[in-house]
């Protein structure tokens, strides 16, 4: 079994609808976790950081982390169809340690 | 400010052929990272270097993997013979000492696809 679960999708939702994204994880060390954006052809580019349990807001993304459940999530409100790209979850023990990565959700908007 | 620069972006080789990679990481950043990314899965850690020291390299196939980063900037990251399983994006990283959550910034990869 992975330590970070993430379901690959594709997600398709409609333009200006909420895009719900969503990880589990194994492991209960783990005190840092990330939301990564990655387009095609692209590396991935930091979207979210949390640093333990609570919620975090910028603009129209929302990063939840539940450590009781071991869950973590990511909310985008009014999507774009330039939100379409694969979201990976990662998570780490401490400020230096590996980064685990999800396996990625696809996510594509349709206008 | 350039971002994470690499080379080459597409690479196809023949199993058994050698393949190097090259990065360039962002000015003063003194953590460079290698990872591998298969098709649908998400980046996995090779190699992590704090200056010229690999730190941390235990995910690295030493048999056929090998990498370097002289003077503590660039790094090549080489693969000698290739096989038909290490087909993935090779990712590099950087990422600058001190800061609370060390974030990293990737490059955009090279496609590696052997034949």
């Known amino acids: 079994q992975k330590e970070v679960e993430q379901d690959p999708g594709p997600l398709s939702v409609p333009e200006g609808a909420i895009v719900s994204l969503n990880c589990t994880y194994s492991?209960?060390?783990?005190?840092?976790f990330m939301w990564y954006r990655q387009y095609s052809r692209k590396g991935p580019e930091l979207l979210m950081y949390?640093?333990?349990?609570g919620n975090k807001e910028d603009g129209r993304f929302t990063a939840q982390v539940d450590k009781s459940s071991k869950y973590i999530s990511l909310f985008i409100r009014d999507s774009q169809p330039s939100d379409s790209a694969t979201y990976l979850c990662?998570?780490?023990?401490?400020?230096?340690?590996?980064?685990?990565f999800g396996a990625g959700t696809q996510v594509v908007v349709t206008p | 400010e350039a971002g994470v620069v690499q080379s080459p972006r597409y690479k196809i080789i023949e199993k058994k052929q050698p393949v190097a990679f090259w990065c360039n990481p962002i000015?003063?950043?003194?953590?460079l990272y290698w990872y591998r990314q298969n098709l649908g899965q998400g980046p996995e850690l090779l190699i992590r270097?704090?200056?010229?020291?690999?730190?941390?390299d235990s995910q690295l196939p030493k048999d056929r993997f090998s990498a370097e980063r002289l003077k503590g900037v660039d790094s090549t990251l080489k693969i000698q013979p290739a096989e038909l399983g290490d087909s993935a994006v090779y990712l590099c990283?950087?990422?600058?000492?001190?800061?609370?959550?060390?974030?990293?910034?990737f490059g955009p990869g090279t496609r590696l696809t052997v034949l």
């Open positions: 990283a950087s990422s600058l000492a001190g800061t609370n959550y060390n974030e990293q910034f």
């Open positions: 492991n209960s060390a783990f005190q840092y």
């Open positions: 949390t640093y333990s349990s």
């Open positions: 990662a998570m780490k023990y401490d400020s230096w340690g590996k980064l685990q």
């Open positions: 000015s003063g950043h003194n953590t």
């Open positions: 270097y704090e200056n010229e020291e690999a730190v941390d």
